[in-house]
């Protein structure tokens, strides 16, 4: 089970570069859309709103993936895939839903490393929950 707990802090350690970059770009007038209806910062509204459900998702995994061995069950270790899934396949259902993903090698390759070390904990983690 250590192993699984410290791929999952691995990853998330390096899921900060996203989440600081999607930060970033609450206050960068680039990210301004003056055309849409709902306002000129209403893109940078959902960023905002991506950034804080990403800290809940993290959030919950943490507590999962940490949670005393009294306490895991099956559920628990669903409850765990399920945030896995949502967190790490936003990263790429972008060129399935918009046709869009990350800008570059760099994002890429982060995406890659956090979602390899996520599926690898969620798959270490398996038997601690069964």
Known sequence: MALAQGL???????????L???VSHLWDDAYLVPEAKDGV????????????????????????IFAPAGERGPLLWWVLAATMLSYYG???????????????????SVHLVVTACGA?????SYGAYH
């Open 8 to 18: 999952l802090i691995a990853g998330i350690l390096v899921s900060l570069i996203s």
């Open 20 to 22: 600081g970059q999607t």
């Open 41 to 64: 910062k209403h893109a940078q509204f959902h960023m905002q709103r991506e950034a804080v459900g990403d800290l809940g998702h993290i959030a919950v995994m943490l507590l999962v």
């Open 90 to 108: 936003a990263y790429w259902t972008g060129h399935l839903l918009i046709g869009i993903g990350a800008p570059h090698w760099y994002a890429r």
């Open 120 to 124: 690898l904990a969620l798959a270490l």
